[in-house]
């Protein structure tokens, strides 16, 4: 029986490092992403490279019914997934006052409700599959307290709780469940601005989004239930976990300012 990984959010940064680096092991592939970012030419480059089976779909995971379009693929095509990776989310940097109703929805829509509703609906291919895999995406800033990265904060508190809990739920079904918490990792051109201009503990936990994507699929596949990319990144979570709210809270409030000062100067 061929058994495929279905990797969300896969079109770049970390969601397409993950699927060169299974890839590289051998696994075949189902590709997720929006419409229009050049999904087949780079499915069809990695099963070439890799001489593996790779197959891709392009759906907007924020609407309830492409999640279901997504599992009838799967099933009508007897793709046997027995390795989900939700990686599909965005963050950002913003005042809660300057958030929009759309901004609001898409970050939630996203980051917890699609995360939610593709492992809840895949859960019968996982089971049958079985020993199978899921891996979820989080952030280092997950459960800190985050001025200005509020609501994304917030998310990924969500994503971390709901994998933990999972994590020892399904494992007597056969299902290990891990959780990554990558620091900063520069995927495009604003990120790794953000990055520089940031403060030492955000320059600090730079990992490129290949080195991300090893350490994650080598620890699941290992059974690691939280991972930290890195023993530096996972002193720096610490360190700041240790931290008063108060201070902590001035940190990234000064971070933001200091990041907002900058953007107004390269204007001008």
């Not at 360190?239 to 107004?264: G, V």
Request: charged share 20%; hydrophobic share 40%; with cysteine.
């Amino acid at each position: 029986m061929i058994k495929f990984t279905l990797i969300t959010g896969a079109s770049s940064g970390i969601g397409l490092e993950m699927a060169k680096v299974c890839a590289e092991k051998g696994m075949n592939l189902l590709l997720i992403s929006l419409p229009k970012e050049d999904l087949e030419a780079k499915s069809i480059s990695i099963a070439t490279k890799y001489k593996i089976k790779a197959e891709h779909f392009e759906c907007d995971l924020t609407e309830i019914s492409d999640i279901n379009n997504l599992v009838k693929w799967v099933e009508e095509n007897g793709f046997n997934v027995n390795f989900l990776i939700n990686n599909a989310g965005f963050g950002g940097t913003k005042s809660f006052d300057e958030m929009g109703e759309g901004y609001i929805n898409k970050m939630i829509d996203l980051n917890i409700k699609a995360t939610t509703h593709v492992m809840n609906k895949f859960m019968p291919l996982l089971k049958s599959n079985s020993p199978s895999r899921i891996l979820n995406v989080s952030s280092i800033i997950s459960n800190l307290v985050a001025p200005y990265k509020s609501l994304y904060a917030a998310t990924k508190t969500y994503v971390i709780n709901i994998s933990l809990s999972l994590a020892y739920e399904l494992r007597e079904q056969g299902i290990s469940v891990s959780v990554l918490l990558p620091g900063a990792t520069p995927t495009n051109k604003v990120v790794s601005n953000q990055i520089e201009q940031g403060a030492y503990a955000a320059r600090a936990t730079v990992m490129s989004a290949n080195e991300v994507a090893r350490i994650a699929v080598d620890k699941t596949l290992k059974g690691k239930i939280i991972i930290t990319t890195g023993i530096k990144n996972g002193l720096i979570r610490k360190l700041i976990s240790a931290l008063p709210h108060r201070l902590s809270a001035l940190l990234a409030i000064n971070q933001y300012k200091k990041q907002k000062s900058n953007d107004e100067l390269n204007r001008n």
